[in-house]
């Protein structure tokens, strides 16, 4: 196994559990390089600073972050069997980004989640490991769009999207800034580009959330260093290449923003 935990990690998960009765237990990580063998941050696994005062807390409590609160993945994350047999909730059947499906109505349909006692972190995800599926991936394995396709029709089916829609856009913005961001060269950026325009979640919105997609990865990637050409350059290809005409009052806009917000 890449990953590996503190000695009470799994004491303080279940007591946290027993306690406050809770379906869902959430605990902060942190990485651990395996070339350097040294610990960073990861504040995003958890922000502690957007979850209620109180324990147990419901979803609805933070309907506007509770999909950003943590991450879209299962590694953080305890779940009560009985409660994922009455939402019957399941994984994808594929090798990538699985448990988009599964997460995501883990945290909106749960009425008793909780943490930790200790928001130290005690589960340390290793990194710069050769053989991880992270290290792997192509543009052509194109699971995380379908999984949030699948969350966004779990939610409907419940009658809780609008409820949840803010929060959803963001999860899934993330993601999509996520996968364009560890693509590895400009034809593989605009191939995957290419297929998030034509798989719109939300068609209003589209254009405003491929828009930001250009425009945060450009500023986190640095892209005149990445892709060895200056960012507006830069800019000025993908559109082209997109064969999408943006309103550059809308992209000016952008650039005081973090987040789509609905």
């Given at each position: 196994a890449d990953d590996f935990i503190d000695d009470d990690l799994l004491a303080d998960a279940y007591l946290s559990a027993e306690n406050t009765n809770a379906d869902v237990v959430l605990f902060p990580i942190d990485f651990f390089n395996a070339k350097t063998h040294s610990f960073s941050s990861m504040d995003w696994s958890l922000v502690v600073h957007k979850l209620?005062?109180?324990?147990?807390?419901?979803s609805y409590d933070i309907y506007n972050n509770i999909f950003t609160i943590?991450?879209?993945?299962?590694?953080?994350?305890?779940?009560?069997?009985?409660?994922?047999?009455?939402?019957?909730?399941?994984?994808?059947?594929?090798?990538?980004?699985?448990?988009?499906?599964?997460v995501l109505p883990v945290l909106a349909f749960a009425d008793r989640i909780t943490t930790t006692s200790s928001l130290k972190p005690k589960y340390h995800y290793r990194k710069n490991v050769l053989n991880s599926l992270e290290t792997k991936k192509t543009v052509d394995n194109y699971p995380f769009w379908h999984g949030y396709i699948s969350?966004?029709?779990?939610?409907?089916n419940k009658g809780v999207y609008n409820i949840f829609r803010k929060s959803f856009v963001n999860a899934a913005l993330a993601s999509c800034l996520y996968e364009l961001k560890t693509h590895k060269n400009y034809k593989e950026y605009i191939k995957l580009y290419t297929k998030l325009k034509e798989?719109?979640?939300?068609?209003?919105?589209?254009?405003?959330?491929?828009?930001?997609?250009?425009?945060?990865?450009?500023?986190?990637?640095?892209a005149h260093q990445k892709y060895g050409m200056d960012i507006d350059d830069f800019l000025y290809k993908?559109?082209?290449?997109?064969?999408?005409?943006?309103n550059h009052s809308v992209f000016l806009l952008l650039q005081n923003e973090q987040y789509f917000d609905v």
């Open positions: 209620p005062d109180k324990r147990p807390f419901s943590t991450t879209p993945g299962p590694v953080n994350k305890f779940v009560k069997k009985q409660y994922i047999k009455r939402e019957k909730l399941k994984f994808a059947d594929t090798k990538r980004s699985e448990d988009i499906q599964f969350v966004k029709e779990q939610l409907e798989n719109n979640i939300s068609p209003n919105v589209s254009d405003y959330i491929l828009m930001k997609m250009i425009y945060f990865t450009v500023k986190e990637m640095q993908i559109l082209s290449d997109c064969q999408k005409d943006f």
